[in-house]
T-cell receptor, first 114, second 112 residues
């Protein structure tokens, strides 16, 4: 398996624009997580899905952020409108459910909002 | 809620041993993970502890004391490639069976 695949790797956009980040989890994994990483706050959990259903979105900063998982092999994180403070590295991770479960991370999307 | 604390930076010499500490407070502890993250890369899994004691895996070992809310990652025979950030993460059953809460990480620099 190629691991968790995220696209794009880098995104530069202007304030106010819509940004869509994409993730393909490892085949067979039933949990998918979206994290945001900044120097100040480290890795923060934004939302996670189990079997394509959002379970906990309490980490989503505000209504400008939304996430979907239309099927087991694809998820999106959308920011509309984007703001400079959204600049960060966004990681997607997936894992198998139950008991001991390590999360496998994608390479991340570095988002810069100017 | 969760509160995870680890030192921000550490420096150690090639060939030496270094211990990175992590303390945590969580209402429903359900496992502790250590991840390694090189600059500009994704975090990669190192170790997992759910019971008290030491887990050894090659040059890396991880220890857990649930009563003290304490863990450490021990790196032996340090190599230059071990220069990275080391992230402590806890799983909390009260907030979800499988989500991980991360500390801000310890940036380790290995010097010759």
């Amino acid at each position: 398996d190629a691991g968790v695949i995220q696209s794009p790797r880098h995104e530069v956009t202007e304030m106010g624009q819509e940004v869509t980040l994409r993730c393909k989890p490892i085949s067979g994994h039933d949990y998918l997580f979206w994290y945001r990483q900044t120097m100040m706050r480290g890795l923060e959990l934004l939302i996670y899905f189990n079997n394509n259903v959002p379970i906990d979105d309490s980490g989503m900063p505000e209504d400008r952020f939304s996430a979907k998982m239309p099927n087991a092999s694809f998820s999106t994180l959308k920011i509309q409108p984007s703001e400079p403070r959204d600049s960060a590295v966004y990681f997607c991770a997936s894992s198998l459910g139950g008991g001991y479960t390590e999360a496998f991370f994608g390479q991340g999307t570095r988002l810069t909002v100017v | 809620g969760q509160n995870i604390d680890q030192p921000t930076e550490m420096t150690a010499t090639e060939g030496a041993i270094v211990q990175i500490n992590c303390t945590y407070q969580t209402s429903g502890f359900n496992g502790l993970f250590w991840y390694q993250q090189h600059a500009g890369e994704a975090p990669t899994f190192l170790s997992y502890n759910v019971l008290d004691g030491l887990e050894e895996k090659g040059r890396f070992s991880s220890f857990l004391s649930r009563s003290k809310g304490y863990s450490y990652l021990l790196l032996k025979e340090l190599q230059m490639k071990d220069s990275a950030s080391y992230l402590c993460a806890v799983r909390d059953r009260e907030t979800g069976a499988n989500n991980l809460f991360f500390g801000t990480g310890t940036r380790l620099t290995v010097i010759p």
